[in-house]
């Protein structure tokens, strides 16, 4: 079974300055793909970067950053310059690639809350 | 514009009522899948659907049940079996299910159930 860890329940951030968001990973699986999404107050959740288990570079995608460390199974999301709209619940979630009763299914980790001051 | 819709956005029942949650996607998307998040908690799967007329549970479909019967919708029933079904459903879809195709979300539907 897949599991996904998010440590910090909340994290504080002055605005214009970077934050590193923790996540870690257990699965027995070798492909896997890691995604993080961001869930406002509004509650719909968007999608902000993936990295997956085969990819040697770590992922970017504008401010948002993954700090894919596969020997630890972790997958830190890094926010640069933060912004007063990035104030949200941020979630880190796998996805095994593989055959089996796991297939296909995204497991989340309990999420961070991300505030940012001004 | 392309996206997925849920509707309503907030729904009232009482208790004992089975209650119908509707997906619709004009994404193209093969898989489509339905969440549920109680309050500052992360997404758990309940059903999900790789293809039309085919659907699996997820890790917590007791009480709810789902059809595919056309590529664009997923309705969700919330039954009257389910112990507690006040929470946030989101419904999700993706071109597949695995790879790097990441899902796309709907707007959501709060359950109040009382």
């Known amino acids: 079974a897949q599991k996904i860890t998010q440590t910090q329940p909340g994290m504080f951030v002055q605005e214009k300055e970077a934050v590193t968001l923790d996540c870690t990973y257990d699965?027995?699986?070798?492909?896997?793909?890691l995604f993080w999404y961001k869930q406002p107050s509004s509650g719909e959740m968007i999608f902000l970067i993936y990295?997956?288990?085969?990819?040697?570079q770590n992922a970017t995608e504008g401010r948002y950053s993954l700090n894919f460390q596969k020997a630890r199974k972790s997958a830190n999301l890094v926010i640069s310059a933060s912004q007063l709209g990035d104030s949200a619940m941020y979630f880190c979630?796998?996805?095994?690639?593989?055959?089996?009763?796991?297939?296909?299914?995204?497991?989340f980790g309990q999420g961070t809350i991300l505030t940012v001051h001004p | 514009d392309g996206g997925i819709t849920q509707s309503p956005k907030y729904l009232f029942r009482k208790e004992g009522q089975n209650v119908t949650l509707s997906c619709e996607q004009n994404l193209n998307h093969d898989a489509m899948y339905w969440y549920r998040q109680d309050p500052g908690q992360g997404l758990r799967l309940i059903y999900y659907?790789?293809?039309?007329?085919?659907?699996q549970k997820g890790d917590i479909a007791e009480g709810y049940s789902v059809s595919r019967e056309k590529k664009e919708s997923f309705p969700l029933t919330v039954t009257s079996a389910q112990k507690n079904p006040t929470a946030f459903y989101l419904c999700a879809s993706s071109m597949g299910l695995a790879g790097g195709h990441e899902q796309y979300f709907g707007p959501g539907t709060r359950l109040t159930v009382t």
């Open positions: 979630a796998m996805r095994v690639n593989a055959g089996g009763t796991s297939y296909g299914k995204l497991t």
């Open positions: 699965t027995s699986d070798q492909s896997y793909g």
């Open positions: 659907s790789q293809i039309v007329n085919d659907f």
């Open positions: 990295q997956g288990s085969y990819d040697e």
